[in-house]
């Protein structure tokens, strides 16, 4: 019966909707009430049956209306690469926006400048003597977090807190006196947003950049089998570009003897980026160096774009050796681009590739308005890096902060941690500017200044200490803010925290490791104690026939040495127990591998 009547009537099942319902009548006058027990599971199942039919119909026509409406998308999107290798193969040699908070979810402040020590590490760990300029204090700081000890709510975009000690030197067992100065801000970290970016990669395609990460171009070995500095760059270029945002606009300039522009200024979701990471693997390095030419061409590409600073940040990032070897090579020519650039709101960072980067130029002409510098030997670390701080690294927000110190009891005997001091004038310190730190919990990177002093009033009883602090914002908006420390003083070793404790055992480290470089460079056993505030080359670092090309010198250390670092490697190691941070053990080990070397 049930046969019968299913054969009767399956041909009408693509009929329409109203003849469906005509058929269902008919179907159902015709079965006799028995027989409708033996329907249900026949109605269940075509039921099933003509949902699943329908839905894979609607399925398959949303997906060819998908499938159609992203290959109009991919076919819309731009390569707009311009550069051809022919061009140098035949040369020779949105608006920051945050919300202010209570409590410790505050953003620090970390100095512009040096933002690590990597190029230090490298040269020793590859068994190169390093250059003083590869060992910073504020790259050092930078690496480090510091708890944020103000103890009181900051209400403002910038609320500078202090703290202070008495230090017994290790080796004299004299006295000393410190001042640590933090930075806190009234932005939550949770809420931070950066602006849109106007961004223009300048990266350095020349000869130098074929030879390996981890050897020195100009010694001419070519015997390692790592990865190129060029490959390090490209890579990443392209790591770099997975943190652009649909509105962020991307172009590229690619220098050797010349400049070219490799890509002009456009929004990153107008442009086939895919294409153009894969322009960029392709990249060969040949060539002499001309800087000025790579920055002069970055320049222009910003020049249709300098009315939106309300909205956009406009930023160049050059990845790069730095020796120079063409061109105006001399540090007030780049001086005079980088500062040019500022005073339009086009800020410079440099990223550093390979051991034989030449610290020495970037130190003299990346302490402008909002630049910074690292210094990259892996693409993976880069990507790591990127993943943790690019929001940061490309959004300053305090320039031109000064210090005034006025005090009758202390004078200043060294800044640690700011890029510019003068301890002859009251006006201290300058910083040109502070970026947002990376944070954790109530603690931030780079978050303190340390200052060094001296007794110049043996009867006080107190501290008196007082600041003037001067600073603008982004938007050119003037402020100022005070610092009084009345405090007693005391007569026994203390430290207000364990953050200053952590800057003072930093200061005496770098200060050794400096005195070892120079030692090592002129041969010279006692060589006077470095001054931070030189950056020139010691007599004995040799040069190529142009000055800025970096030649290595194998790695040593005079016996002398190895007794001082033992003695002040006991000294370090009981600190960090105290300190409670695990991470100085990277220190503690490259003081043991130097004293082990032979």
Not at 285 to 296: H, K, P, Q, V
Not at 371 to 396: G, K
């Amino acid at each position: 019966m049930m046969q019968e009547i299913f054969q009767k009537y399956k041909s009408k099942l693509n009929a329409t909707s109203k003849e469906k319902s005509s058929i269902w009548e008919k179907i159902e006058s015709e079965i006799t009430p028995r027989s409708r027990l033996q329907l249900k599971p026949f109605i269940l199942g075509l039921s099933l049956f003509l949902i699943f039919f329908s839905s894979a119909i609607y399925l398959v026509h949303n997906y060819d209306r998908r499938t159609q409406k992203d290959d109009i998308t991919t076919a819309e999107l731009i390569d707009d690469w311009q550069y051809s290798q022919g061009e140098s193969d035949d040369q020779s040699a949105k608006s920051t926006s945050f919300s202010t908070l209570e409590g410790d979810s505050s953003l620090g402040y970390t100095p512009g400048g040096s933002n690590d020590i990597n190029n230090f590490r490298a040269n020793i760990y590859y068994e190169y003597l390093p250059i003083p300029s590869d060992l910073t204090y504020e790259g050092i700081l930078s690496e480090y977090y510091f708890k944020k000890e103000s103890g009181e709510e900051c209400k403002d975009l910038l609320c500078p807190y202090h703290s202070h000690a008495i230090s017994k030197d290790p080796q004299s067992g004299e006295d000393v006196y410190y001042l640590g100065i933090g930075f806190n801000s009234n932005i939550n970290e949770e809420d931070f947003q950066r602006k849109k970016l106007n961004l223009v990669v300048v990266l350095d395609i020349s000869g130098s950049m074929s030879s390996s990460f981890d050897e020195y171009h100009y010694d001419n070995s070519d015997s390692s089998e790592s990865e190129s500095k060029m490959q390090i760059a490209a890579e990443s270029v392209n790591a770099l570009l997975d943190h652009l945002n649909p509105d962020d606009r991307f172009g590229m300039v690619l220098f050797n003897n010349s400049a070219y522009s490799a890509k002009p200024l456009n929004k990153v979701e107008e442009t086939d980026i895919e294409a153009i990471k894969r322009h960029i693997l392709e990249i060969n390095a040949n060539g002499g160096t001309n800087i000025e030419a790579g920055l002069s061409e970055a320049t222009e590409l910003f020049q249709n774009h300098l009315e939106e600073n309300e909205e956009y940040e406009n930023r160049i990032i050059f990845l790069t050796d730095a020796m120079p070897n063409t061109g105006d090579t001399t540090v007030p020519r780049f001086l005079e681009i980088i500062r040019d650039n500022a005073s339009n709101k086009i800020y410079t960072t440099a990223i550093g590739i390979g051991v034989d980067f030449q610290t020495e130029l970037i130190v003299d002409i990346m302490n402008e308005p909002g630049t910074n510098y690292y210094s990259v030997h892996s693409s993976e670390d880069f990507r790591a890096r990127l993943d943790d701080n690019f929001e940061y690294m490309v959004s300053p927000i305090i320039f031109d902060l000064d210090f005034e110190f006025h005090s009758n009891t202390f004078k200043i005997d060294g800044i640690y941690g700011s890029p510019t001091s003068d301890i002859h004038n009251n006006k201290v310190m300058e910083i040109k500017t502070l970026f947002p730190s990376e944070t954790s919990g109530d603690e931030s990177k780079g978050s303190i200044i340390l200052m060094q002093l001296s007794k110049i009033n043996t009867e006080s009883t107190t501290w008196d200490i007082e600041f003037e602090l001067n600073y603008k914002d982004r938007n050119d908006n003037s402020y100022q803010n005070e610092i009084k420390i009345d405090d007693l003083l005391r007569n026994e070793e203390f430290y207000d925290n364990l953050s200053i404790r952590k800057a003072i055992l930093f200061s005496r480290y770098v200060n050794l490791l400096y005195n070892w470089m120079y030692n090592e460079w002129v041969d010279t056993p006692e060589y006077p104690i470095f001054d931070c505030t030189d950056t020139i080359l010691p007599p004995g670092i040799p040069g190529g026939e142009h000055y800025w090309e970096r030649q290595s010198k194998p790695l040593s250390v005079s016996d002398n040495y190895k007794e001082i670092f033992e003695s002040f490697l006991s000294h370090f190691s009981q600190e960090s127990d105290i300190i409670g941070d695990e991470n100085l053990k990277r220190e503690s080990d490259l003081l043991e591998f130097l004293i082990e070397w032979e």
